[in-house]
């Protein structure tokens, strides 16, 4: 009988394992899809585009992966929500005014504009793929 307790024991231990598994390898997809809006829009490197994640997640007390959500859905949404955005425009400026090493920052206006003022709009030519839409 305790043989049979333990055993359904760790049955559901693994099962919650593999759960929490299948959870983690989806979050990371999202984060990784956001690094590379963060370096599309942003012109920087993958490294500096997880540390600036980070950052906005630290600053803003919401989750790394729920920032990477609404950074995925941005293009398509049309906006962030203003507290990402805030956290996200003053990173950015952190960075450049520090000339974070190996980050190649060079905020696009486009995208400067966009995450100072918070509103729709049209993106430069040479930052289209990152517009709203």
Partial sequence: ???DEEGAGRLVALQEEVAQLRRAVVSHAVVDQAIGVVMA????????????LREVSQHTNIKLREIAE???????????????????GAALRRREAAGVAGARVR???????????????????TTSACAPR
């Fill in 70 to 88: 609404h950074l995925v859905r941005w293009p398509r949404s049309g906006g962030l929500p203003e507290e990402v955005r805030l956290a996200m």
């Fill in 1 to 3: 009988m305790p043989e």
């Fill in 107 to 125: 905020v696009r206006a486009g995208l400067r504009e966009e995450l100072r003022e918070g509103r729709r709009r049209r993106l430069r030519e």
């Fill in 41 to 52: 829009c942003g012109g920087m490197r993958p490294e500096a585009a997880w540390e600036l």
